[in-house]
């Protein structure tokens, strides 16, 4: 059975994945990447391969989303997931069902602060980040920088369809706030540990948590990338050059950087779900 991890792009779900990674697949709790790898990322080709190998046709792959999940589930063990996909239906189809999800782990981070993120990630300027996030979206294998590596067209939808969407009526929910893990990192590690406890047998000690926190802070990711050692950064488009992946972090404040009428905007188009989230 699926615990998705899911998130629009740049909230924070490296981080989250390192954290569970770290908890559930090392001894010591001391982050390492081969440990992150066995959390995969859905969709991909190789989990639809079976059923199509029409990758850039949505209505090709919806027919198989819930058929590729069901492959997945066969040895009936909890596996995580990440994943960037819109939790929706196309025509009837529904991207995922009860039978075979377990739960989701789902990371939000405030749309003020996703811009410059965004902006970096995507080689985008500021009004265009602003687009990507106001607009619902489908993107396909090729043309878009983050679908490089074997994934298949991904319904990623708007910031605010993506965050109604996944929370709505959705049972066996963790709502992590990226916020929140900034400010207070050992109460949010413990809301994880507790929600993975449900599903699985997980025994952490205090030593084993401080290591998780220490060794997935933004610092300790930073380094590892900047050593050459971390593999989920992308390239520029058309270049060799490859997008910086931890780049501002906790450091990352909208006050300092959004222009004035991009933040009215969001605030106004946006405005119920930051209140609900407590961001206004």
């Known amino acids: 059975m699926i615990i998705w991890v899911a998130s629009y792009p740049k909230s924070g779900n490296t981080w989250i994945r390192s954290i569970i990674s770290s908890l559930v697949y090392t001894k010591d709790g001391i982050f390492d990447f081969p440990s992150i790898k066995k959390i995969d990322q859905y969709p991909q080709r190789r989990f639809f391969e079976y059923f199509t190998q029409d990758y850039n046709n949505i209505h090709e792959i919806k027919k198989h989303w819930i058929t590729s999940q069901q492959r997945i589930n066969l040895d009936n063990e909890i596996k995580f997931f990440k994943t960037h996909h819109l939790n929706c239906k196309v025509d009837n189809y529904p991207f995922t069902n009860k039978e075979c999800t377990k739960g989701t782990i789902y990371i939000v981070r405030d749309p003020r602060n996703l811009i410059d993120s965004i902006s970096n990630h995507f080689s985008k300027s500021v009004e265009e980040s602003k687009k990507f996030l106001l607009t619902s979206k489908i993107l396909s294998p090729g043309k878009e920088i983050e679908l490089r590596g074997g994934n298949v067209i991904t319904y990623l939808g708007s910031w605010k369809e993506h965050y109604k969407f996944w929370t709505n009526n959705n049972e066996n929910l963790l709502v992590i706030k990226y916020e929140d893990l900034v400010k207070n990192i050992h109460q949010e590690i413990d809301k994880i540990i507790a929600f993975i406890k449900k599903f699985i047998d997980l025994e952490v000690s205090d030593k084993k948590k401080e290591n998780v926190i220490k060794s997935t802070s933004f610092e300790a990711l930073k380094k ?41 905007e969001l605030e106004t188009k946006l405005k119920n779900e930051l209140i609900e989230l407590d961001y206004l």
């Open 224 to 264: 590892i990338e900047e050593n050459g050692k971390f593999t989920e950064n992308v390239f520029v488009k058309g270049t060799n050059e490859k997008v910086k992946f931890f780049n501002k972090g906790p450091d990352n404040n909208w006050k300092d950087s959004l222009p004035k009428d991009i933040q009215i």
